[in-house]
């Protein structure tokens, strides 16, 4: 295709472009600082909830958790309905749930919200934290080459490497003691992980093919209220879930704490769609997972909890790899432009 | 009348039926279906078009400076953009 226009004007518009992309470096970082807050201050609201007497082990697996997550999704987007409502917004929703790739949003969220998360949790309780964490750790990686095969994106060794070291330095943040191969669900567990994993990368690519021709603000707002519903409907009742949930409605100080947790998931999210879509699933889903030493930076802070060496040196891991993945460091000293 | 698409994709769409257009032709064009509407701002469509264009869906191929000096940035489909509209457009706007 011809370039026509004058050397100004194109130079004008290249510095258009790498505005909009830094601009998308920073919104996929905001969006990992936004998830950190969101973790601790979700942990927060969790520990509101008042202990259910002797049945409190047959909540704390999966009632607890799925209801949390059920409300932290539903609340965000309530949170998001008002903030696309007070936009003018509304109407966009409805139109875009007539079309496919509105579908594919919602579809989208069922990966991301009720499978991941059930896979994440049932991993793990069947196989241990120690090695459903660090396989659900793998999620940019597994984002990234999904992204690859199916959005053909284009993904440069620098960013590859970048997304490793945060990948290694997420693992050594939340690294716990193995506590010895036991049962025969261990297997099963893995397999639960892997899942938690595959559906967050799937999520990313399925939304960000959806947002080709959906607005992201419009596409996260479908994704948490499908995400939150589905939880609600067909989840917590299995779980048991709703005795939860209906406790956490009685207590206002505990339902405000989930309100607000919610109100930082919704921001995240909308910063991680408008990212992914910005600047590819590969960058925005690495620099999303910043929120893993935003989330101990926050604790540290905020919580006094103890700075321990893996946090330290799992952070620093973190720190560096999403600034390689951000930034391209010839580039970087040239002009401060981002590749 | 077909039911009204989303913004983004009537952008997409427009795009499809013209050979190029800049932001500002393509909201006169829209301005009949959106115009009313809060979303119908310069920077929400400049936004969606650098969305697209950075999804490889539209090309930024053409660009001038107005009498003012200020950029356009004439804005055409390509074959994948193509593709897309061809796979997901509704049916009831494939006809009209």
């Avoid at chain 1, 589905?230 to 939860?244: D, E, N, S, T």
């Avoid at chain 1, 930076?297 to 060496?309: A, D, Y």
């Amino acid at each position: 295709m011809s370039i026509s226009g004058n050397q100004k004007a194109i130079m004008m518009k290249e510095k258009l472009n790498a505005d909009f992309a830094r601009k998308g470096v920073l919104t996929g970082l905001f969006s990992g600082c936004t998830w950190g807050l969101n973790s601790v201050l979700l942990g927060l609201a969790l520990g509101l909830i008042p202990l259910m007497g002797d049945d409190a082990g047959k909540y704390a697996l999966f009632a607890i958790p799925l209801a949390a997550a059920c409300m932290n999704d539903s609340f965000a987007g309530l949170w998001l309905l008002l903030y696309n409502g007070g936009a003018g917004r509304f109407k966009e929703i409805i139109r875009s749930l007539k079309t496919f790739p509105g579908l594919m949003v919602c579809v989208a969220a069922l990966l991301g919200g009720p499978i991941a998360n059930g896979g994440y949790l049932l991993g793990i309780s069947m196989a241990g934290p120690a090695y459903a964490l660090t396989i659900t750790a793998l999620y940019p990686i597994v984002g990234a080459l999904l992204s690859r095969i199916f959005l053909k994106q284009h993904i440069v060794p620098r960013v590859w490497v970048g997304m490793l070291l945060s990948v290694i330095g997420a693992i050594v943040i939340s690294y716990v003691p193995p506590e010895g191969g036991n049962s025969e669900t261990f297997y099963l567990g893995l397999l639960f992980a892997s899942l938690a994993a595959l559906g967050w990368g799937a999520e990313a690519v399925l939304a960000v093919f959806g947002m080709s021709m959906i607005d992201p603000k419009i596409a996260i707002n479908i994704r948490e209220l499908t995400s939150g519903l589905f939880l609600a409907i067909f989840v917590l009742p299995i779980v048991g879930g709703w005795v939860i949930v209906s406790q956490v409605f009685t207590l206002p100080g505990t339902l405000g704490a989930f309100a607000i947790a919610a109100l930082a998931a919704a921001v995240s999210y909308l910063a991680w769609y408008k990212a992914n879509t910005t600047i590819g699933v590969a960058k925005g889903m690495a620099l999303n997972g910043t929120y893993v030493m935003w989330g101990v930076i926050f604790s540290v802070v905020f919580l006094n909890s103890p700075l321990t060496q893996n946090l330290v040196i799992g952070s620093g891991l973190v720190l560096i790899g999403a600034t390689l993945v951000a930034i391209n460091p010839k580039e970087f000293f040239k002009k401060g432009e981002v590749a | 009348m077909a039911d009204t698409l989303p913004l983004r994709f009537r952008v997409l769409h427009y795009i499809s039926t013209v050979d190029k257009a800049s932001a500002d032709q393509i909201m006169q064009a829209l301005k009949p279906e959106y115009g009313t509407e809060k979303q119908f701002t310069k920077k929400v469509f400049v936004d969606h078009l650098l969305d697209m264009k950075a999804n490889f869906i539209i090309d930024d191929n053409d660009v001038t400076l107005d009498d003012k000096g200020e950029l356009v940035i004439y804005y055409s489909i390509n074959d994948e953009g193509k593709r897309l509209l061809g796979k997901y457009l509704p049916k009831r706007w494939t006809q009209k």
